[in-house]
Every structure is written in C-alpha cells, then in structure tokens.
C-alpha cells in the first residue's frame, strides 16, 4: 500500500493471533451486506468469531434487511468496532441449520447470555429460532491506526 506509506517490509505485521483476540473481545460488529443489485448495507449486530471453525457467526430476524441481502449476494464484511485497532474480515456468508448450527448457538450463548436477561438454555432456544448465518473468510485486513504505528503494521491475511 505504497500510497498510504505502508512498507513492503514484512517485519513489524501483525500477527493473526492479535485480530483474534480483539475478534473474540469484540461486543458490537458491524456487518456490511449488499443486495443483488449491490445497493449496501451497514447494520451493527452481535456475533462471535469462532477460532477453532475460522468463522464468524450471528443469529438474525428473518425478515431483516441483512438477511434478505445474504439471501440474494453471498458476499459480506464484518468489523470489529474499534476504528484504532481495526480488523475488516471480507468473505461468503453461508445459512447455518440444524446441527450445522450447534457451534454457533453455544458460542453465541456462552458470549451473551447474561446480557439477554435469560439464561444460557434460555438464550441457546432464542438463537435456534433466528435465522444463523456463518461468513466464511477469505481475506482480513487489521491495522493500528496511529501514526506510529499503521505504516508498519497494516496487515492482510488470506484464506484459501
């Protein structure tokens, strides 16, 4: 990224293990959606990144924008919500059921069941009624953004 002073040098990058961490701290995503004709959709919402499957998951209303967008345009991006130390994770996103969905209803749970009022079986039964879908990554971009610091740890991971 020659035009925002980032170096080709790789020492300094940030490794994966950073992004997972601030993914698995991170409260309050943004999940950006696009329906078919590519009109976008910016919407923050709860979710998990599960390290052990390398996705990000979220339980939604049927009827929701973001849903009908995943149903029409498989591509999505999720963000933390730290704009400093940023992560952007780019990918497909892919309706979970069933069985398929058990990672992602405890994961859900175990992260934000005291904050729904209920308790963890209580909370596990409310995402097993939402519509759950996955996003599988394919390429994520962190940074820290000071001055000391982006030039030298502007990161890119891959998936293939």
């Known amino acids: 990224m020659p035009d925002y002073g980032v170096t080709d040098d790789p020492e300094g990058l940030l490794p994966w293990s ?9 409260r309050n995503f943004w999940l950006i959606t696009a329906n078919a004709d590519g009109r976008p959709h910016s919407m923050p919402v709860w979710g998990v990144w599960m390290p052990d499957r390398q996705r990000w998951g979220g339980g939604f209303g049927a009827s929701a924008r973001k849903v009908r967008n995943m149903k029409e345009n498989d591509q999505a991006v999720v963000t933390n919500d730290n704009s400093v130390e940023a992560i ?43 519509t759950m879908w996955e996003l599988i990554p ?20 891959t998936w293939s």
């Open 18 to 26: 950073w992004a997972e961490k601030r993914l698995a701290a991170t």
């Open 88 to 130: 952007s994770i780019e990918g497909r996103v892919v309706p979970v059921t069933g069985e398929a969905a058990e990672p992602l209803v405890e994961a859900w749970a175990d992260k934000y069941f005291e904050e729904t009022g209920q308790d963890r079986e209580g909370t596990m039964a409310f995402m097993r009624e939402s």
């Open 138 to 157: 394919e390429r994520a971009f962190g940074m820290i953004e000071t001055p000391e610091d982006f030039s030298s740890a502007a990161t890119r991971w």
